[in-house]
């Protein structure tokens, strides 16, 4: 029996770093929503033990894989609530979403693994035990296993669900360079995040109450800063896609990855045409998606 199941990458729609914890890692308040840009995984359990394979060359085919560690991770949690014998099958995933591009491809990865594997055997695993379990892979795994655009607080584990968020087309770029997250918080300058924070109370009120919320006029990311001076490719990249698409450009995540929104696909796929002929002979990766 082979499932097939869509892997779907992430932006953030807005980033604050409220502060630094003493574990090392930092307090995040984050908008984040699914796009339509995703990874296919192909699981055949006919196999007699845990395997995975991917063409692309950034993605490891060993026990480093996050989705390979999913799978590892849910049957150490399996073998006390079952008498399953059997538990080997090999994941093969089509990468689509660029590897070290704030995107988080690895994470969905994981938890399309998870989410398919507790689907296969029976639902031994609530939703919620299944975002715990993600947590211990990484701190966006829990969030693509909750399935809906959602605030994200703490490391990215405390996940408030917002509804009637406004949808928008994306023109998305991949400079062609992978960014490291760990050096890109390890590098933050907390002198030059944002003076001028999002109004927590005001727009998380509106957010969570339901009401339809347009959020271009709070989008910043506090991650931007320190990316860009640990690789000017991005800052350079950002630049001229705001001078071709006549438009603010944005960082997700860590980065490296840099979207710009659009009302209306027609127009956000001239701007997308406008990228791929401006750089067809660069190592820059367009990409036209959208989420709702």
Not at 55 to 68: G, K, R
Not at 81 to 94: A, D, L, T, Y
Not at 241 to 262: C, E, I, N, P
Request: net charge positive; charged share 25%.
């Amino acid at each position: 029996m082979i499932k097939k199941v869509k892997s779907f990458a992430k932006i953030n729609l807005f980033l604050y770093v409220t502060s630094k914890r003493e574990d090392g890692y930092h307090n995040l308040n984050s908008l984040m929503t699914q796009i339509e840009l995703c990874d296919d995984i192909f699981i055949d359990f006919s196999k007699k033990e845990v395997s995975i394979v991917c063409a692309h060359p950034d993605v490891p085919e060993d026990e480093t894989n996050l989705a390979y560690k999913a799978a590892i991770l849910f049957h150490r949690s399996l073998e006390p609530v079952s008498n399953e014998q059997h538990f080997g099958f090999s994941i093969k995933i089509i990468k689509r979403i660029p590897p070290g591009g704030g995107l988080g491809g690895g994470s969905s990865n994981a938890a399309a693994v998870l989410m398919a594997l507790n689907n296969y055997y029976k639902k031994p695993f609530s939703k919620p035990e299944l975002m715990k379990m993600g947590l211990k892979l990484g701190a966006d795994v829990p969030f693509f296993i909750f399935g809906s655009p959602a605030i994200a607080k703490g490391v990215g584990e405390r996940l408030e669900k917002v509804s009637n968020l406004r949808p928008y087309h994306l023109v998305l770029c991949d400079p062609g360079i992978a960014a490291s997250t760990a050096e890109v918080y390890k590098n933050i300058d907390f002198r030059l995040t944002s003076k001028q924070k999002y109004n927590i109370n005001t727009g998380l009120n509106v957010l969570l109450r339901g009401q339809e919320f347009d959020v271009r006029d709070q989008m910043h990311n506090d991650l931007e800063e320190s990316a860009c001076r640990l690789y000017p490719e991005i800052k350079e990249t950002k630049e001229e896609m705001q001078l071709l698409l006549q438009r603010k450009v944005y960082m997700t995540g860590s980065g490296s990855s840099l979207f710009a929104l659009f009302s209306g696909r027609k127009t956000a796929k001239t701007g997308c045409e406008r990228l791929l002929k401006e750089w067809a002979k660069s190592k820059k990766n367009v990409i036209l998606s959208s989420f709702n």
